[in-house]
Antibody
Framework: EVRLVESGGGLIQPGGSLRLSCAASGLSVSSTYMSWVRQAPGKGLEWVCIIYNDGRTYYADSVRGRFTISRDNSRNTLYLQMNGLRVDDTAVYYC???????????WGQGTRVTVSS | EIVMTQSPASLSVSPGEKATLSCRASQSVSSNLAWYQQKPGQAPRLLIYIASTRATGIPARFSGSGSGTEFTLTISSLQSEDFATYYC????????FGGGTKVEIK
């Protein structure tokens, strides 16, 4: 059974940095595509970034240059380094395994990030 | 950017009735379309991909149809556990989601 557990969220001031983690079990983060998707309070979903099994990474325009997706194969953990945080980055951040095409077939429970002064 | 528009924004349905949810893409996405269900406080769950293929463990009362720019999710006979918000997502280009349809109990 696939299990994804996010951590690292919290309250941060605008301009600050935060690193989210996603500990995986039941799959190998190095062997599959993994993504981060976020959901602002009371809003819809936004695909943030993806990392391929070969290490290539891609980002939404809204976060490119500020966010970095990475993984630690030895820890079987996915990360999202978020720099230059803005108020509109406030959201629940979900990690997920990418299934067919760019769909998410396994989701974590999410971690909440609040950017506010 | 491909913009996904869902309608209606909310839908009131009685248990046992059929629900029909619509999703429109601003340009053709072929069959690169998925549907998700999300309940309050939970992560989304994948229901349908390639427009009409049910994900593992999804009951047969959920069906998807359409291609190009017009898509439909049908729930044939609503059960109590089906009251939730449903999102469509295209993956023809950089993935984007619709705004959601909330299915409420009538």
């Amino acid at each position: 059974e696939v299990r994804l557990v996010e951590s690292g969220g919290g309250l941060i001031q605008p301009g600050g940095s935060l690193r989210l983690s996603c500990a995986a079990s039941g799959l190998s983060v190095s062997s599959t595509y993994m993504s981060w998707v976020r959901q602002a309070p009371g809003k819809g979903l936004e695909w943030v970034c993806i990392i391929y099994n070969d290490g290539r990474t891609y980002y939404a325009d809204s976060v490119r240059g500020r966010f970095t997706i990475s993984r630690d194969n030895s820890r079987n953990t996915l990360y999202l380094q978020m720099n230059g945080l803005r108020v509109d980055d406030t959201a629940v951040y979900y990690c997920g395994r990418v299934g067919h095409g760019y769909t998410i077939d396994s989701w974590g429970q999410g971690t909440r990030v609040t950017v506010s002064s | 950017e491909i913009v996904m528009t869902q309608s209606p924004a909310s839908l009131s349905v009685s248990p046992g009735e059929k629900a029909t949810l619509s999703c429109r893409a601003s340009q053709s996405v072929s069959s690169n379309l998925a549907w998700y269900q999300q309940k309050p406080g939970q992560a989304p769950r994948l229901l349908i991909y390639i427009a009409s293929t049910r994900a593992t463990g999804i009951p047969a009362r959920f069906s998807g149809s359409g291609s190009g720019t017009e898509f439909t999710l049908t729930i044939s006979s609503l059960q109590s556990e089906d009251f939730a918000t449903y999102y469509c997502q295209q993956y023809m280009r950089w993935p984007s989601f619709g705004g959601g349809t909330k299915v409420e109990i009538k």
